[in-house]
């Protein structure tokens, strides 16, 4: 029996429109309008598709969208300029600034400038800390999507056994912290990790974030498992043409696992929607208010 495909186009369509649905009730009740800065130095071609994804997403959802695109040559202290000038802004309550950075450029020291407050990308170090603790804290997108695609098949995750493949800190590793908040018994393991597949075997929940292509296999997954592949790998097609595959091998998992998460069109189409969650979320705490119901 193939698994249940977790359709995270339909999953992120749905939670944009509860997000729109709260963004027009704090302007209606608290004339609040939440509003995200992005800042993009650079020309990448993947990072310009992604900014404008970006945008056309948070205007849709009644948003204040504001884009700053800087050279690639911009001196660290214009970028660090120009987010303390967000971060002093009243009118901007989420800033974002699109990773990787060119050459010559401290990410750190960039992240670190962002007010914690505004973090919507939950990566500067307090929102790390909080999140680690326990505390609440804005979290990085991705992590946020999984946990919330991972809750359309089951409605509680407590008592799960959950393996994490990747420790990055933009995905793996607050990966955990969710999994742990929500009282799974969670497994953190990496490519060198020893006896990968039989520590897979055991999980009722794989979350896949390595960055290898189809790196597990089929046969790594437990029977009635779901699986929630992370990655967005770009490989030459059969026609010559490049195509997208995830850490996952699909298709094997696809007779093995419960349910699966497809690349594209899983993980991917949840982290702009989570951003929005995030901003809104940061809006009404910068005011004060009650927490948004998304």
Not at 70 to 94: R, Y
Not at 108 to 122: E, L, M, T, W
Not at 131 to 159: D, N
Request: charged share 20%; net charge positive; hydrophobic share 45%.
């Amino acid at each position: 029996m193939s698994a249940k495909i977790i359709d995270g186009k339909i999953i992120a369509a749905d939670l944009r429109a509860r997000v729109a649905g709260e963004v027009a009730r704090v302007k209606r009740e608290h004339g609040l309008t939440p509003g995200l800065a992005v800042v993009l130095v650079g020309s990448d071609p993947a990072s310009e598709v992604y900014v404008r994804t970006k945008a056309k997403q948070t205007e849709a959802a009644g948003m204040a969208s504001f884009e700053y695109k800087l050279a690639a040559d911009t001196p660290q202290t214009d970028l660090l300029a120009l987010i303390a000038k967000l971060n002093a802004d009243a009118s901007v309550h989420g800033i974002l600034v699109q990773l990787p950075l060119p050459a010559g450029l401290d990410s750190q020291a960039v992240i670190n400038a962002i007010d914690p407050a505004k973090d919507v990308d939950g990566l500067n170090p307090i929102n790390a800390g909080r999140l680690a603790t326990g505390l609440p804290a804005l979290t990085p997108c991705t992590p946020l999507g999984c946990i919330i695609l991972a809750k359309t098949v089951h409605a509680s995750l407590e008592g799960m056994n959950a393996v994490v493949i990747g420790r990055s800190n933009l995905v793996g590793r607050p990966l955990v912290q969710l999994l742990l908040n929500e009282n799974a018994t969670v497994t953190i393991a990496h490519s060198r990790t020893r006896d990968l597949a039989g520590i897979c075997r055991q999980a009722d929940l794989v979350l896949a974030a390595v960055g290898r292509p189809e790196m597990v296999k089929g046969s790594w997954i437990k029977p009635g498992a779901t699986v929630i592949d992370v990655g967005i790998n770009r490989i030459p097609g059969a026609d010559g043409k490049s195509r997208l595959v995830g850490d996952v091998a699909y298709q094997e998992a696809l007779e093995i696992a419960g349910a699966i998460t497809p690349v594209p069109g899983g993980v991917g189409q949840m982290t702009v929607a989570c951003l929005l969650v995030n901003t809104l979320r940061a809006a009404c705490a910068i005011r004060r208010l009650q927490a948004p119901g998304v």
